[in-house]
């Protein structure tokens, strides 16, 4: 099953204020990540063309880095995953900037499985809470994304099995 899953929002900020919060991603200070509601992003040695990591069960090695433009991956896991998913940003005008992440990937087997009926939403919900990290880092603007109902019940179900 091929997927492509894109998400793109325009950040009113120069390209360069959005690169230098994009190089924290999965630091100690990441103003990316939504780590305080979801799996944190961890690299071992951090962020660079070859180091492997990942984020809850989904795992993945960087295959391309340049922080005032791409941050590339490539799935490990889960099985079934093949093909990457990718941070980009790029200049509208001086003072707009726009940040797309994208799935790219082939599901085949467990995994078609997998992405339709868990991560899909699940990614969705996470994507967008970063987005609203990367805003309110960079304005006065508290803005939050409302889950959907989908997630909101997948999320009470990984919490009971986690107790």
């Known amino acids: 099953m091929k997927v492509l899953n894109v998400h793109k929002r325009i ?7 959005v690169s230098e919060i994009l190089k924290t991603l999965a630091t100690e200070n990441d103003k990316v990540w939504p780590k305080e509601k979801w799996p944190e992003m961890k690299f071992k040695g951090g ?16 295959e391309k880095y340049n922080p005032n433009e791409i941050i590339q991956f490539k799935f ?16 509208l005008d001086k003072n707009k900037t726009e940040i797309k992440h994208t799935i790219d990937m082939n599901a085949k087997g467990k995994g078609i499985f997998i992405w339709t009926f868990a991560i899909h939403s699940l990614h969705n ?22 889950w959907n109902f989908w ?10 099995r986690k107790k």
């Open 11 to 17: 950040i009113n900020q120069s390209k360069s204020e």
């Open 47 to 62: 962020i660079k063309v070859g180091a492997k990591g990942g984020h809850g069960p989904i795992r993945y090695s960087v």
């Open 76 to 91: 490990s896991k889960p099985i079934g995953f093949n093909g990457i998913h990718k941070f980009e940003i790029e200049e």
């Open 125 to 146: 919900a996470l994507i967008e809470d970063g987005f609203d990290k990367i805003e309110n880092n960079l304005s006065d603007s508290k803005k939050k994304t409302e």
């Open 151 to 160: 997630t909101k019940f997948l999320r009470k179900q990984i919490s009971k």
